[in-house]
């Protein structure tokens, strides 16, 4: 690698730091072609995690940093005064080629700034793609960011390449839009997504009529947005979410802490910490949303727009529909079970599959390796409630935080 493509390398891995929608999720694709190399498995594919917890793949970089746009948030805008760099489709390709096969990575991940224009930008996206699949005979996995404004021609054509592409919406109201990214146009990100999932559903369709159609973004779309840059509530921000997964079957929507880097009037102060926290309960809530049958409007209150920081989503909508509770379990639904606090997916089938031989009993929930700890203040188990305190919001609240206190005492005690 010589000097100049080094430099650059360093500048554009460091300038994709930010960008958290990189996990590889849902592509298993063999490599049918002659001689052709990579495979893409729904394993975990080129990702690892940063110091701080973020999911990076191991070749993430920016296509560019030197972006016409001037959005408050980035350290990329126009206006800021950051070293240049922008990597030819050439030199990308041949970069993923030579770090494949040293067996450094498995696939790339690329994203971008906006360069002279959106199409611009978009048309040397697909150059790099289209250089990997046919120069190179590469059929890893790959993910690219599609540039809100580029054409729908260069979108479709980027996706018969892809195995991924997300469109980051980045802030989740049109005002907030309006003030942090000027030139971004909640069309202009919206639009490219529904011209994704339209494109799946049809090559899906055509699929099973003609076995040789192409396949589009077979590992799906997904998303991105900044938490804690505006002020936005986290019932606007899961509000979009499930609308978003709803209207665009989205894989992922990605929340991204934000770290304030910036000096502005518009957002929060250098010294603010950033939101981690509040991005976990999100991703609870997410998770809640997407295996669970929650819809986002369930976990907020008229009064308690933000999720709260002490407990996690699924106790606290059981602490405020408390008397939806106890749960018997050898009645409840599958759905219903998934609502107990504690009890995860294979708990709640395992109760299904099990009930069906003979009435549980606590003992046989046990035996189960059911975990209970939690979920005992919210069930009862032929009839019999187990968790020995009354049925109330703040004496269960009292009773989980001295059990979380005690697991802390616990650790301290092994070490
Ligand atoms: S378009 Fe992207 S890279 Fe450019 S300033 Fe906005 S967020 Fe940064």
């Known amino acids: 690698m010589n000097d100049n493509v080094f430099k650059k390398?360093?500048?554009?891995?460091?300038?994709?730091?930010?960008?958290?929608?990189?996990?590889?999720?849902?592509?298993?694709?063999?490599?049918?072609?002659?001689?052709?190399?990579?495979?893409?498995?729904?394993?975990?594919?080129?990702?690892?995690?940063?110091?701080?917890?973020?999911?990076?793949?191991?070749?993430?970089?920016?296509?560019?940093?030197?972006?016409?746009?001037?959005?408050?948030?980035?350290?990329?805008?126009?206006?800021?005064?950051?070293?240049?760099?922008?990597?030819?489709?050439?030199?990308?390709?041949?970069?993923?080629?030579?770090?494949?096969?040293?067996?450094?990575?498995?696939?790339?991940?690329?994203?971008?700034?906006?360069?002279?224009?959106?199409?611009?930008?978009?048309?040397?996206?697909?150059?790099?793609?289209e250089l990997l699949r046919y120069k190179y005979n590469f059929w890893g996995y790959v993910h690219v960011k599609v540039i809100p404004g580029a054409s729908p021609e260069i979108i479709q054509k980027t996706g018969m390449l892809a195995d991924r592409m997300s469109v980051n919406i980045e802030l989740p109201t049109r005002e907030s839009l309006r003030m942090l990214a000027p030139q971004k146009k909640i069309e202009s990100i919206i639009n490219p997504m529904s011209l994704i999932n339209n494109e799946i559903t049809r090559t899906i369709e055509d699929k099973s009529h003609f076995t040789s159609t192409p396949r589009f973004v077979p590992g799906g779309q997904s998303?991105?947005?900044?938490?804690?840059?505006?002020?936005?509530?986290?019932?606007?921000?899961?509000?979009?979410?499930?609308?978003?997964?709803?209207?665009?079957?989205?894989?992922?929507?990605?929340?991204?802490?934000?770290?304030?880097?910036?000096?502005?009037?518009?957002?929060?102060?250098?010294?603010?910490?950033?939101?981690?926290?509040?991005?976990?309960?999100?991703?609870?809530?997410?998770?809640?949303?997407?295996?669970?049958?929650?819809h986002s409007d369930e976990l907020f209150t008229e009064i308690e727009q933000n999720l709260d920081l002490e407990f996690d989503p699924k106790i606290m909508y059981a602490l405020r529909n408390i008397d939806k509770f106890p749960i018997e379990i050898n009645k409840a639904s599958y759905e219903e079970l998934l609502r107990i606090p504690g009890l995860g997916v294979t708990s709640a089938r395992r109760?299904?599959?099990?009930?069906?031989?003979?009435?549980?009993?606590?003992?046989?929930?046990?035996?189960?390796?059911?975990?209970?700890?939690?979920?005992?203040?919210?069930?009862?188990?032929?009839?019999?409630?187990?968790?020995?305190?009354?049925?109330e919001p703040e004496i269960i609240k009292r009773e989980l935080k001295q059990q979380e206190i005690q697991k802390q005492l616990s650790i301290f005690d092994v070490l």
């Open 223 to 294: 998303t991105q947005m900044i938490i804690g840059a505006t002020p936005d509530s986290d019932k606007t921000i899961l509000g979009l979410s499930q609308n978003l997964y709803e209207r665009f079957n989205m894989k992922r929507v990605f929340f991204s802490a934000y770290v304030p880097v910036i000096s502005s009037p518009n957002l929060p102060a250098i010294s603010t910490m950033p939101p981690l926290l509040r991005e976990h309960r999100l991703y609870q809530a997410d998770w809640l949303m997407r295996f669970y049958y929650f």
């Open 351 to 391: 109760i299904i599959r099990e009930r069906k031989n003979a009435e549980l009993s606590y003992d046989s929930l046990k035996k189960m390796k059911t975990v209970l700890k939690r979920a005992k203040y919210f069930i009862t188990v032929k009839g019999r409630y187990y968790g020995n305190v009354k049925i």
């Open 9 to 129: 390398l360093k500048i554009l891995s460091d300038a994709a730091k930010y960008d958290v929608s990189c996990v590889s999720s849902g592509v298993e694709r063999k490599n049918n072609t002659v001689g052709g190399i990579g495979n893409a498995s729904s394993a975990g594919i080129c990702h690892t995690w940063a110091a701080d917890g973020r999911c990076i793949s191991l070749l993430k970089i920016l296509l560019t940093n030197d972006c016409i746009y001037d959005c408050s948030y980035c350290l990329n805008r126009v206006t800021n005064p950051v070293e240049r760099a922008t990597f030819t489709p050439e030199e990308v390709a041949e970069l993923t080629i030579q770090f494949y096969r040293r067996n450094y990575i498995e696939g790339l991940f690329l994203s971008s700034a906006v360069e002279k224009s959106p199409d611009n930008t978009m048309e040397n996206i697909y150059r790099v793609l």
